[in-house]
């Protein structure tokens, strides 16, 4: 179970022409992911003026939610190395979370009942910092596979500006499901054996 390291970038507009309406947010995010047992180990870190962001409400009963997105989430992509199957894992500082299964790029996505939860283990703030740490069971596709693996966050401002960052961004505009930025490469992950 060997880790890697992440660090996200911010998405910018201000190339081609473009200039972004959004002012940069002096944060930056980072983590880890290591793989498990019929799962992965996900850790987000987020670092810098802590008071810049906006966090979702403690849930008091975590549960699978859509459009979590639209506020301040983690997010992970994975899929079996050069295959066009993946799911996409939303992660809310709230503790609530979702897994879709797309077929292809950004089609059908549907909620992967095959996965009944995710655990959300610990959220935190102390000062310039905050993050959360999540266990992810896989789907049975992805197991005993080398996985490419995209991770993302979406950060909302106290202004109620989405920021976007990814490992890498290679549009015009963001874009998480982008196979391109599915760049993080992982070892196979071993089904359980009972």
């Given at each position: 179970?060997?880790?890697?390291q992440f660090?996200?970038?911010?998405f910018?507009?201000?190339?081609?022409?473009?200039k972004?309406?959004?002012?940069?947010?002096s944060v930056?995010v980072?983590g880890?992911i290591?793989?498990?047992?019929?799962h992965?180990?996900?850790?987000?870190?987020?670092g810098?003026?802590m008071?810049?962001v906006?966090?979702p409400a403690?849930s008091?009963?975590p549960a699978?939610?859509d459009?979590?997105?639209?506020h301040?989430?983690?997010?992970l992509?994975?899929?079996?190395?050069?295959h066009s199957?993946?799911?996409?894992?939303?992660?809310?500082?709230?503790?609530?979370?979702?897994?879709?299964?797309?077929?292809?790029?950004?089609?059908?996505?549907?909620?992967?009942?095959?996965?009944?939860?995710?655990?959300?283990?610990d959220?935190?703030?102390?000062?310039?910092a905050?993050?959360?740490?999540?266990?992810?069971p896989?789907p049975?596709?992805?197991?005993?596979?080398?996985?490419e693996i995209?991770?993302?966050?979406v950060?909302e401002?106290?202004?109620?500006?989405?920021h976007?960052?990814?490992?890498?961004?290679h549009k015009?505009?963001?874009?998480?499901?982008?196979?391109?930025?599915?760049?993080?490469?992982?070892?196979?992950?071993?089904p359980v054996?009972?």
């Open positions: 179970m060997n880790e890697k660090q996200l970038v911010p910018s507009a201000d190339t081609g022409g473009m972004s309406e959004n002012q940069p947010l930056t980072s880890a290591q793989t498990g047992f019929d992965l180990w996900v850790r987000y870190t987020l810098g003026s008071n810049e906006t966090f403690r008091s009963d699978r939610l459009l979590l997105w639209q301040t989430c983690f997010e992509f994975a899929r079996q190395a050069t199957e993946y799911w996409e894992f939303n992660l809310s500082p709230s503790r609530d979370w979702n897994v879709y299964h797309f077929p292809e790029y950004r089609r059908d996505p549907q909620p992967e009942t095959a996965i009944p939860a995710v655990t959300v283990r959220v935190f703030r102390h000062g310039d905050a993050g959360l740490l999540a266990q992810l896989l049975a596709q992805l197991l005993g596979r080398e996985l995209g991770i993302a966050s950060i401002d106290v202004r109620g500006k989405l976007y960052f990814a490992l890498t961004h015009p505009v963001p874009d998480f499901h982008d196979p391109g930025s599915f760049t993080l490469r992982l070892p196979p992950v071993p054996i009972t």
